[in-house]
């Protein structure tokens, strides 16, 4: 976990961890900001290193008490239970989380699939949601799962294995480009840097395990 912890570090900013009882699981939490400020709840992208994510959203939330976990079954310090995204497991895990923080109608933000998981949320516990940020969300809409891994997951593999310029920026092209040169941002290319990485942390966490069993 040492690029997790680094990543906090990076944070730069004072970090409390939580662990919360779920269903599925413990889920670890990082909280930041004044204790008696709004709360708001922040949810990183699919296999998604949590503070890379929080880094992106802090900026804006100075004034929020914010609680970030780490998405069950996804790199980082959580129960390593893989929730199914085709049923309502993650809406009550979401509801199970606030819970276990004490909170009962809070704003969550999103990413990606952070954002799908707010519409599971929506759709178990819509009660519990004061207002939804949906960044990029997926679970809009289906599209060709062979589209996808031809597009967007194998230059993901190949800058994983082999980096150049070239194959991050074509890795990058899906997931955002400049509107004015058409070109892969300079966002999009940190974030395939940083899943890159996370890939491999999470590939060596699940070997580590298997040598421990």
């Known amino acids: 976990m ?10 730069d900013q004072h970090m409390e961890r939580q662990m919360v009882d779920t269903r599925f699981g413990v889920t670890h939490v990082l909280a930041t900001g004044p204790t008696a400020a709004p709360p708001v709840v922040v949810l990183a ?24 976990p780490d998405t069950a079954g996804h790199p980082g310090h959580s129960a390593q239970t893989r929730l199914s995204p085709m049923d309502a497991s993650y809406g009550v895990w979401i509801a199970d989380l606030l819970d276990g923080l004490g909170l009962d109608r809070v704003p969550l933000i999103g990413s990606s699939y952070g954002a799908g998981i707010i519409l599971r949320a929506a759709a178990v516990a819509p009660e519990r ?3 939804a940020d949906l960044h990029v969300p997926s679970s809009i809409a289906t599209g060709s799962v062979w589209r996808m891994g031809i597009e967007a997951a194998l230059p993901m593999l190949l800058v994983g294995a082999d980096p150049s310029q070239s194959r991050l ?24 840097v940083v899943m ?9 966490s699940r070997a580590g395990a298997g040598l421990a069993k």
């Open 45 to 68: 992208g699919g296999n998604f290193l949590n503070p890379y994510s929080l880094a992106w959203m802090l900026p804006g939330l100075r004034e929020r008490r914010v609680y970030a």
């Open 129 to 131: 949601i004061k207002r």
């Open 196 to 204: 890159a990485k996370t890939r491999r942390m999470s590939s060596t």
């Open 2 to 11: 040492a690029l997790y912890d680094e990543a906090v570090f990076r944070l």
């Open 169 to 192: 920026e074509r890795a990058a092209r899906p997931l955002a480009v400049e509107s004015e040169t058409g070109r892969p941002s300079t966002a999009g290319c940190q974030a395939v």
